[in-house]
């Protein structure tokens, strides 16, 4: 079982910056591959980015050169760092846990999700 904490989250104008964390428990943290995804009202949960056991990273287009995620094993804390934010990135942002992953960007490939940190960004 592995539970997953997120925080960082907040209200912020366009163009700011956020840097998220979500806080694993277990010791095989570092087995798993963690992605963060986002959820705006009234839209589906959308995959934002991962990162594999290995550190390899992946993201979706509208977030590449503005995001950067990464992880600190040591820690069991995968981070998101979020620069130049605009309204559009404001959501509900999740990170996730799977022990396997074929296709990152899809929900049900994850074991575990945390509960969730607001982002906000104001024009």
């Known amino acids: 079982q592995v539970q997953l904490v997120e925080s960082g989250g907040g209200l912020v104008q366009a163009g700011g910056s956020l840097r998220l964390s979500c806080a694993a428990s277990g010791r095989t943290f570092s087995g798993y591959h963690m992605g963060w995804f986002r959820q705006a009202p009234g839209k589906e949960r959308e995959f934002v980015a991962v990162i594999r056991s290995i550190g390899n990273t992946y993201y979706t287009d509208s977030v590449k050169g503005r995001f950067a995620i990464s992880r600190d094993n040591a820690k069991n804390t995968v981070y998101l760092q979020m620069n130049n934010l605009r309204p559009e990135d404001t959501a509900v942002y999740y990170c996730?846990?799977?022990?396997?992953?074929?296709?990152?960007?899809?929900?049900?490939?994850?074991?575990?999700w945390g509960q969730g940190t607001q982002v906000t960004v104001s024009s």
């Open positions: 996730a846990a799977a022990a396997t992953l074929y296709v990152a960007t899809r929900t049900r490939e994850y074991d575990y």
